[in-house]
């Protein structure tokens, strides 16, 4: 028998072709029965011995390179060769090496980027922006009409149905999710018309009939082909340049009109036609980052079994000679190793173990997934359902970004589809009105945060009501509106507000708290209604916060109101003077029952 020397040189081994398992299935131990154990353990009984020198070679080159040479010395076992590159036949100083691997990142394919899709993570980027853009929705109103009257009720709510009907959140969920995927997503509107050539013609609104939009079909771009016009193919002046002016699905014909075509990241126009006339998929720009982080995922439960190395002192001159032996009995004290951690081994021998440190495993894992998350724009925390680690990051600016990513799928997608929706919706069956769509915000706010709003709302109006910017009628309008102000109120002239004299919750020899407008024709005596209108406006909302309070007011007060308010419907400014200042003056009335009031002008002051 020869003997076996493991320091001899040897040339590489050939590569051994894998025969399949005879059970149809991998294995993944190699402890068959019918095989050699030793044959097993050669190899890699031969890696781990220390290499000497000579068992390296080096590349003999025909020139002499320095360190900073143009071409660089091939590395074995890594494609870095020439890095750094001169300038070649084609004028290009890139390295042919970086060059090549920027043209790997090509465009794979739209069924490879179906079969990427596939994977869970892809599929979670690919899905997570446009659920959440939709998850607040929108909000529809006929434009330039009140939302109060019937008939804009009525229209509002069979859009709604409509809506509801035709699945239109379903329709626009598929369409971002799979344009992220394929990079195109084309949506065909379903139009009943008795013409055959209708959708070959430049789209018209005309075209649609009462009835005839029936909703939405999406067509992957595997059924879909383009065609373009010579001006498309052929004139780079127009604004149609290498844009398809025809789609054909199952031998219809539609013209870019009609369709609403939705595109990722679009291509520079040299590589359209490389892309189908789509954009960039997220899954061609992911797939590599996921398989990096997963792959290292992956490394965890390996490395947490393997992290011990055992190291034994033996005489490798007896181990050459007898190779057989030593590896079985290897293998049996491997057997006797794996018994709860209990080694077996001779007096004479020596054994070391090195531990391997997995302190920051976690940390490099969730580096890899952090970026997966950056190219699909979505934080870690929102596409992994974790706490940010790596990078030293709390989250915050990661969500305020997002929203704004949310915002962009909103504008740049969604809206587009939906102002087509809309556009033929009305013409089919709401006599052509103009609909519009307003989108909630992204951000949801809490019942404590929305109860701050509605605080901050109430102490606005009061000072505006109180300043006499606004009536209390027209902030109970804003109410009435707010769907969020916690109130349903009633839309009739007959709203409870200001208690009037004579009646319920108020006095009975009080006169109603009304001011008829007056016609000023003198600069002076506008000067002297303007003082007393503000004056009225204060002592109203007085009186009316009071009543609030207290369910009533007090005589004074509301003497003082309706004195003031009788005032102002008179004809003569000067019969205003003289019922406003009555014994007292101005400042006398007032002051006891509202407080201080602006000091008048001279010409109202009592004289001396």
């Known amino acids: ?11 590489p081994p050939a590569a051994q072709v894998v025969e399949p398992s005879k059970a149809g299935v991998l294995d993944l131990t190699g402890r068959r029965s019918e095989e050699d154990p030793t044959e097993r353990f050669s190899l890699p ?28 010395v091939t590395k074995v076992g890594d494609n870095c060769t020439g890095i750094k590159g001169g300038v070649d036949s084609l004028g290009n100083s890139l390295s042919p090496m970086i060059g090549s691997w920027f043209t790997s990142q090509g465009f794979i394919g739209h069924q490879m980027c179906a079969i990427i899709a596939q994977h869970w993570l892809v599929g979670k980027a690919c899905a997570q922006a446009p ?66 050539g209708y959708y070959a013609k430049p789209f018209n609104i005309d075209g649609v009939t009462a009835g005839s939009f029936r909703g939405w079909n999406q067509v992957d771009p595997q059924w879909i082909y383009p065609m373009l016009d010579s001006v498309g193919a052929g004139n780079p002046n127009s604004p149609t340049f290498y844009e ?37 998929p997220l899954t061609q720009r992911i797939a590599e980052r996921v398989y ?32 057989r032996s030593f590896i079985e009995r290897i293998l049996e004290w491997v057997d006797y190793r794996d018994n709860y951690n209990v080694k077996v081994i001779g007096k004479d021998e020596e054994l070391s173990e090195t531990d391997t440190s997995l302190a920051d495993l976690d940390e490099v894992i969730m580096t890899q997934y952090q970026l997966v998350s950056a190219i699909a724009k979505t934080p870690a925390t929102k596409l992994l359902g974790t706490s940010p680690k790596g990078f030293n990051a709390t ?15 909103q504008s740049m997608w969604y809206d587009r589809v939906l102002e087509r929706h809309y556009l033929l919706l009305s013409k089919a069956y709401c006599d052509g009105v103009i609909l519009v769509h307003t989108w909630e915000p992204v951000d949801s706010v809490s019942a404590e945060a929305e109860a701050t709003i509605q605080k901050t709302r109430a102490e606005t109006a009061a000072i505006y009501i109180t300043n006499g910017v606004i009536s209390p009628d027209e902030d109970r309008s804003r109410l009435r509106l ?31 708290l009304t001011a008829a407008p007056v016609t000023q024709d003198e600069a002076e005596d506008t000067n002297v209604l303007g003082v007393v209108a503000l004056v009225t406006a204060a002592s109203m909302a007085a009186a009316q916060l009071a009543d609030r309070a207290r ?46 009031v602006p000091t008048p002008p001279d010409h109202l002051k009592k004289p001396e």
């Open 292 to 323: 990096a982080a997963e792959r290292t995922a992956n490394e965890a439960p390996l490395l947490a079994m393997s992290k011990r190395t055992t190291t034994l002192k033996v005489d490798l001159a007896k181990v050459a000679l007898k190779k």
């Open 45 to 72: 009984f031969e890696n781990s011995v220390q290499r000497q020198a000579s068992d390296f070679v080096v590349a003999e080159l025909d020139n002499k390179l320095t360190m900073d040479s143009a071409a660089v």
């Open 482 to 512: 707010d769907k969020d102000s916690g109130y349903s109120l009633p839309e009739d002239d007959d709203a409870p507000g200001v208690p009037v004299p004579g009646t319920e919750g108020g006095q009975p020899d009080a006169a109603p």
């Open 131 to 196: 659920e959440d853009a939709l998850r607040n929705g929108w909000e529809v109103d006929v434009q330039d009409a009140d939302d109060t009257t019937d008939e804009a009720e009525q229209t509002i709510k069979l859009v709604r149905e409509i809506d509801k009907r035709m699945r239109i959140d379903d329709v626009l969920f598929e369409a971002a999710k799979f344009a992220n995927v394929f990079g195109i997503r084309i949506l065909i509107p379903i139009i009943e018309s008795s013409d055959p």
């Open 395 to 409: 989250g915050d600016n990661e969500t305020k970004s997002y929203h704004e990513t949310l915002e962009t799928v």
């Open 551 to 596: 369910n009533k007011c007090s005589p004074a007060l509301l003497s003082l109101v309706s004195q003031l308010a009788g005032a102002l419907s008179a004809p003569d400014p000067k019969s205003v003077v003289a019922t406003v200042h009555g014994k007292n003056g101005v400042e006398g009335s007032v002051k006891p029952s509202v407080g201080e």
């Open 244 to 280: 398809p002016e025809y789609w054909v699905a199952g031998g219809v014909q539609y013209h870019r009109t009609h369709l609403v075509i939705l595109r990722t990241e679009e291509p520079a126009d040299i590589l359209k036609p490389s892309y189908l006339f789509g954009g960039i």
């Open 1 to 11: 028998m020869k003997n076996w020397n493991p320091f001899a040189k040897k040339t």
